[in-house]
């Protein structure tokens, strides 16, 4: 099985975990302790305006990452000037960074759905569990395709 970061998950008929129902998700990370990813087609009930901290920036959406720690926000984005204390997954996408940098852009209207996704929570599989879903058959693995991405 080929996953790395930047590989796509499509949930297949044989997903039994409702979840992941017609789920795309993005690996951010991959090492020998397991899986990290986010769910990349599922828009979160609330964009982030409505959210206390955030009630000054426009209504920009989020999306629902995942079943994992649904309390805090994380992000994926194309913009290298954000990338302090963020991850490089693939040539074009990052994971983390500058968050608050990233409030101002989407603020100021210098940062746009095509280059950003928030998410509440995330995907997380401990080692050898996506590889086993895999194997049974509920994911197909795609290749890196930003457009379905972002």
């Known amino acids: 099985m080929d996953i790395a970061p930047g590989k796509i998950l499509i ?6 975990d409702p979840n992941f129902d017609d789920s795309i998700v993005l ?5 020998d302790q397991g899986a990290l990813g986010f769910v990349v087609n599922k828009i979160f009930d609330r964009p982030i305006n409505e959210l206390v901290e955030f009630s000054n920036s426009p209504a920009f959406p989020l999306y629902d990452g995942g079943p994992v720690d649904k309390e805090h926000l994380y992000f994926i984005h194309r ?4 990338i302090t204390g963020g991850t490089q ?6 994971f983390g960074g500058d968050f608050k940098e990233a409030i101002q ?3 100021n209207k210098t940062l746009t759905i095509s280059d950003i996704k928030i998410f509440v929570g995330y995907c997380g599989w401990d080692t050898g569990e996506l590889e086993s879903e895999i194997a049974e ?3 197909v693995v795609k290749e890196q395709d930003e457009e379905i991405i972002f």
Do not use: C, E, F, P
Not at 11 to 16: C, F, H, L, Q, T
Not at 27 to 31: L, V
Not at 79 to 82: A, C, I, V, W, Y
Not at 89 to 94: A, H
């Open 89 to 94: 997954v693939t040539d074009n996408i990052y």
């Open 137 to 139: 058959g509920s994911w």
């Open 27 to 31: 690996i951010a990370a991959y090492n």
């Open 105 to 107: 852009h989407i603020n």
């Open 11 to 16: 949930s297949s008929s044989n997903m039994d």
């Open 79 to 82: 913009r290298n000037d954000l």
